[in-house]
């Protein structure tokens, strides 16, 4: 109850500084950007991250004056809507959209809520920018959604032939909730173990998302003795009563999961007995991080009290929109004029120390340019906070 009371506090008085930032700004035209996705239940933490990302991103530029694309400046607003995690309600959120004429939106989290949509933007006109993995939202003939991180077909075999390497695992075992997100998943894990070479040891293991009792479920599974327990698609919620189930029947090996964590709930969830846990984290680490990452985190952190490390990534998608509008002021009311600019687009990144560039990935995947280019940061849990395992890149 303190947990969310504090969030709904936060949550308002983001609301209240937004208020606040639109009447400094008023005499700019307002340019509005949509978020659709879970801000409630089991998987609020990935939501949460986007939306508190893009409302922290928009109230530094509407404060230092706004937005310049073509000869126009523009205040940034987010509008948001929580889809509850239910392709429905996602429907319904970016038909809001649309009749707010939005044309660019964030979101949403899970496959089944990105798929319900597609629909509705490509018929509207809206690019969307979901947290979602089938590869059939990205490849032709789909052509309006932009995949805003890294796959767990990407993640993972990079985590997998990092194991192979450093902790000479030669056997995994998956476990997936009984929902398509997860279990897809878990199918895209197994074909990547299994194509390195892996012996799979157990992959048909499943639980609903409401279990308490994880013990009897992952019992199977430790009769197995798998050297790597993959948490495919677990939720920020389950994840540490996995953990502190496996442990506390004796498992002594690799746990990790291709999905983003908090570590604040696997510190209250399973406190050092998550310590080695292994999970993707957000596209930036100390080295990567350039002046504006942190000054982004320290905003952040400011208006929320807290800060996830998953924004790291999440803070990306709303720069990609503005920058690549900035490249062609007529995509503001065009879409198609956005899509043929993302083949040639780039600009600097200004999240990363060097010479990054943003930039439009995916030909190897997807066969079009239907991806940002963000940095594969894969962490490791130790001691309440994450560490940098590796860092890695996709085409």
């Given at each position: ?6 969030m ?24 509005k ?19 508190r ?11 230092t ?5 073509g ?7 987010i509008?948001?809507?929580?889809d ?11 038909e809001?959209?649309a ?12 496959d ?8 509705v ?43 192979m ?6 056997t995994v075992a ?5 929902e ?6 878990r ?10 070479g892996?012996?799979?040891?157990s992959?048909?293991?499943t639980y ?7 013990t ?10 798998p ?25 002594e ?6 999905t ?13 007995l ?11 680490t ?8 942190n ?15 998953e924004s790291n ?11 690549t ?47 940002v ?11 309440g ?11």
């Amino acid at each position: 109850m303190q947990r969310r009371t504090l969030m709904k506090a936060a949550l308002t008085a983001a609301a209240l500084t937004a208020f606040q930032g639109s009447a400094a700004f008023a005499e700019n035209p307002v340019l509005k950007v949509g978020f659709v996705g879970v801000t409630s239940g089991p998987a609020a933490a990935w939501g949460i991250s986007n939306q508190r990302s893009m409302e922290a991103r928009a109230a530094w530029i509407n404060e230092t004056g706004g937005y310049t694309i073509g000869d126009t400046t523009y205040d940034i607003e987010i509008v948001s809507f929580d889809d509850q995690k239910d392709p429905k309600r996602a429907i319904a959120g970016m038909e809001k959209m649309a009749q707010e004429g939005i044309h660019y939106v964030v979101g949403p989290n899970v496959d089944d809520g990105a798929a319900a949509v597609r629909p509705v933007a490509e018929s509207n006109g809206i690019m969307y920018f979901p947290y979602a993995f089938p590869k059939s939202l990205y490849q032709a003939p789909a052509s309006n959604a932009v995949l805003g991180m890294v796959a767990n077909y990407q993640s993972g075999p990079a985590i997998y032939k990092y194991l192979m390497k450093e902790k000479g695992v030669k056997t995994v075992a998956f476990i997936a909730a009984n929902e398509s997100d997860p279990l897809s998943q878990r199918d895209g894990g197994v074909a990547a173990a299994e194509a390195l070479g892996l012996e799979v040891v157990s992959s048909n293991v499943t639980y609903q998302v409401d279990t308490t009792d994880f013990t009897p479920v992952l019992t199977p599974i430790m009769r197995t003795q798998p050297d790597l327990l993959v948490l495919s698609g677990v939720s920020p919620a389950n994840a540490p009563q996995l953990i502190r189930s496996a442990r506390e029947l004796g498992f002594e090996g690799v746990i990790s999961t291709e999905t983003a964590q908090d570590a604040g709930v696997l510190a209250e969830g399973a406190g050092d007995l998550a310590n080695g846990f292994i999970s993707v984290g957000g596209a930036s680490t100390p080295e990567l991080a350039s002046p504006m990452m942190n000054e982004f985190v320290d905003r952040y952190t400011k208006m929320f009290g807290e800060y996830n490390d998953e924004s790291n990534t999440k803070v990306y998608a709303l720069e990609y929109i503005l920058e690549t509008l900035k490249a062609d002021p007529s995509a503001i009311d065009n879409v198609d004029a956005f899509k043929a600019k993302m083949d040639t687009f780039e600009a600097p990144n200004p999240y990363m120390n060097g010479d990054a560039k943003l930039r439009y990935v995916g030909m190897s995947s997807f066969g079009q340019r239907r991806q940002v280019a963000v940095p594969l940061v894969v962490n490791v849990y130790q001691d309440g906070a994450f560490e940098t395992l590796f860092v890695a890149e996709v085409d």
